[in-house]
């Protein structure tokens, strides 16, 4: 792997997206004021506030990253971009930890804003450091990432790709057990809630915000997530073909 | 002049329909080779080939003695598609700097590869906001920035005004002179006059494989067109 290729391609998304003001603006305002806008929903319901806060700040990242990768993937799947970086020495490798950096260092932008927000003006609170929620929604924006580099491969148009996110990432979210304790849904549905991998990207940040012994589960959650990430990319590296019909 | 592209019973087949029929050609380094034929021919089909991301049905393709999409041909062979496939949320400059980094390419090459292709003075600008010709110009200068041993080019010449295409044509002269391989295609005529040699592609199959002269010769026709036209209606072949 070289990482000159790496870091160019790392620096080529960046100033794609630093030229897109819009959705540079939208990826960091959006969840400040969708956190506001929760605040404002739970006032007078301090506890709810506090329980829902925290996961929500890491799961934005998640949603975001998502969303971007699938449709800068897609465009360079339809204009012809990737089939010529594929003829080049870049290896898939090196495309992929390349936007992976990318995303990775705007997410890091994301959550930091996010934090200041949720922990600075709206009183949120986390047993454990801050840092370790932004650290935690990176993880989960990388995920995202990961997500929206295999599903691309399924959208022929940006239509199609926009519309994975309420059938592919909501279903988890709402699984998840930030809006109905795991504990308190039907059986079927806590089995289905521990297949999807947002659930431990949940947990993880749920225990780092109430659990003051972050024990084996925390380590496990953490896991999944990274596993996961590592199995979407690999997954998504597989639809990168050299070749083609 | 060494055979740089070897092709050997080349099938393709796409969607069931076979759209190269076993192709066998070469094509040689330090002169330009024209791969000409009506739309829907098989040329760009072809050059996928030589540039190794058509999966292919039957046959062998090699360049510079190694199969076809070989690793380390990667920074041997340029190769610009059809449709302009650069960044179009990027300036000329950016697309042209991601190119050389990671191609390899030395720095300061980007901005002699931007002048070769007349866009100086719009080095700056976003290639989204420019005309279709000066996007075809910046695909083309990034595949130019290393310069590669052999140089596909899909219709590189298509919507730009008579000066640049002989401009370009120029230059395309002086690559082959310097040693390099170029492959081009376009389905107009009176650029396969610029080229040494020429390979007319009919519904996948090789209709002639001469020079302008010997075909204007052999056909006895006016013009190439005409040439091409005549070929066709005799049934092809040699």
């Given at each position: 792997?070289?990482?000159?290729r790496?870091?160019?391609?790392?620096?080529?998304?960046?100033?794609?997206?630093?030229?897109?003001?819009?959705t540079?603006?939208?990826?960091?305002?959006?969840?400040?004021?969708?956190?506001?806008?929760?605040?404002?929903?739970?006032?007078?319901r301090?506890?709810?506030?506090?329980?829902?806060?925290?996961?929500?700040?890491?799961?934005?990242?998640?949603?975001?990253?998502?969303?971007?990768?699938?449709?800068?993937?897609?465009?360079?799947?339809?204009?012809?971009?990737l089939?010529?970086?594929?003829?080049?020495?870049?290896?898939?490798?090196?495309l992929?930890?390349?936007?992976?950096?990318?995303?990775?260092?705007v997410?890091v932008?994301?959550?930091v804003?996010?934090?200041?927000?949720?922990?600075g003006?709206?009183?949120?609170?986390?047993?454990?450091?801050?840092?370790l929620?932004?650290?935690?929604?990176?993880?989960?924006?990388?995920?995202g990432?990961?997500?929206?580099?295999?599903?691309s491969?399924?959208?022929?148009?940006?239509?199609?790709?926009?519309?994975?996110?309420?059938?592919?990432?909501?279903?988890?979210?709402?699984?998840?057990?930030l809006?109905?304790?795991?504990?308190?849904?039907?059986?079927w549905l806590?089995?289905?809630?521990?297949?999807?991998?947002?659930?431990?990207?949940?947990?993880?940040?749920?225990?780092?915000?109430?659990?003051?012994?972050?024990?084996?589960?925390?380590?496990?959650?953490?896991?999944?997530?990274?596993?996961?990430?590592?199995?979407?990319?690999?997954?998504?590296?597989?639809?990168?073909?050299?070749?083609?019909? | 002049?060494?055979?740089?592209?070897?092709?050997?019973?080349?099938?393709?087949?796409?969607?069931g329909?076979?759209?190269?029929?076993?192709?066998?050609l070469?094509?040689e380094?330090?002169?330009v080779?024209g791969l000409?034929?009506?739309?829907?021919?098989?040329?760009?089909?072809?050059?996928?080939?030589?540039?190794?991301?058509?999966?292919?049905?039957?046959?062998?393709?090699?360049v510079?003695g190694?199969?076809?999409?070989?690793?380390?041909?990667?920074?041997?062979?340029?190769?610009?598609?059809?449709a302009?496939?650069?960044?179009?949320?990027?300036?000329?400059?950016?697309?042209?700097?991601?190119?050389a980094?990671?191609?390899?390419?030395?720095r300061?090459?980007?901005?002699?590869?931007?002048?070769?292709?007349?866009?100086?003075?719009?080095?700056?600008?976003?290639?989204?906001?420019?005309?279709?010709?000066?996007?075809?110009?910046?695909s083309?200068?990034?595949?130019?920035?290393?310069?590669?041993?052999?140089?596909?080019?899909?219709?590189?010449t298509?919507g730009?005004?008579?000066?640049?295409r002989?401009?370009?044509?120029?230059f395309?002269?002086?690559?082959?002179?310097?040693?390099?391989?170029?492959?081009?295609?376009?389905?107009?005529?009176?650029?396969?006059?610029?080229?040494?040699?020429?390979l007319?592609?009919?519904?996948?199959?090789?209709?002639?494989?001469?020079?302008?002269?010997e075909?204007?010769?052999?056909?006895?026709?006016?013009?190439?067109?005409?040439?091409?036209?005549?070929?066709?209606?005799?049934?092809?072949?040699?």
């Open positions: 792997m070289s990482p000159q790496t870091a160019a391609t790392a620096a080529r998304v960046l100033s794609q997206l630093r030229r897109d003001r819009r540079l603006a939208l990826l960091i305002v959006v969840p400040c004021v969708l956190m506001l806008l929760v605040d404002q929903l739970f006032a007078g301090e506890v709810v506030f506090q329980t829902v806060g925290v996961p929500m700040l890491g799961l934005f990242p998640l949603i975001s990253m998502f969303l971007v990768t699938s449709i800068t993937m897609l465009r360079e799947r339809t204009t012809g971009t089939e010529r970086l594929l003829t080049t020495p870049l290896s898939k490798l090196e992929l930890v390349g936007y992976g950096i990318a995303f990775a260092a997410a932008v994301q959550a804003v996010v934090s200041v927000v949720g922990f003006l709206l009183g949120l609170d986390a047993v454990h450091s801050d840092v929620i932004v650290l935690l929604a990176v993880a989960n924006a990388v995920l990432m990961a997500f929206g580099l295999f599903v491969a399924f959208a022929q148009t940006e239509f199609q790709a926009v519309q994975f996110m309420p059938a592919f990432v909501l279903p988890q979210i709402l699984l998840c057990g809006f109905v304790d795991k504990a308190q849904m039907a059986g806590r089995v289905i809630s521990y297949l999807l991998p947002v659930t431990y990207a949940f947990d993880a940040l749920d225990r780092a915000a109430h659990d003051a012994t972050l024990g084996a589960r925390f380590w496990l959650d953490v896991a999944v997530v990274l596993g996961t990430t590592l199995l979407a990319l690999a997954l998504g590296a597989a639809t990168l073909r050299r070749r083609t019909a | 002049m060494t055979t740089t592209i070897e092709i050997d019973g080349l099938r393709v087949d796409r969607g329909v076979t759209v190269l029929h076993d192709l066998t070469g094509v380094s330090g002169v080779t000409l034929g009506p739309s829907g021919s098989g040329k760009s089909t072809l050059m996928r080939a030589v540039v190794g991301v058509q999966i292919v049905a039957g046959g062998r393709v090699s510079l190694v199969p076809a999409g070989s690793p380390e041909l990667r920074s041997r062979v340029g190769y610009v598609t059809q302009p496939s650069v960044y179009g949320d990027l300036t000329v400059r950016e697309n042209l700097a991601y190119f980094r990671v191609l390899g390419a030395p300061g090459r980007a901005d002699a590869v931007i002048e070769r292709v007349g866009l100086s003075e719009m080095a700056g600008r976003l290639v989204g906001r420019m005309s279709g010709g000066q996007r075809a110009r910046v083309l200068a990034t595949a130019l920035v290393n310069d590669p041993d052999v140089l596909v080019l899909d219709e590189p298509v730009l005004d008579p000066v640049l002989r401009d370009l044509w120029d395309f002269h002086e690559l082959a002179e310097g040693g390099a391989t170029l492959l081009v295609s376009s389905h107009v005529m009176d650029e396969a006059a610029r080229c040494e040699r020429l007319l592609l009919r519904e996948g199959r090789l209709v002639a494989d001469v020079s302008p002269e075909l204007l010769r052999r056909t006895a026709a006016a013009d190439l067109d005409a040439a091409f036209l005549r070929l066709i209606e005799e049934g092809g072949g040699e």
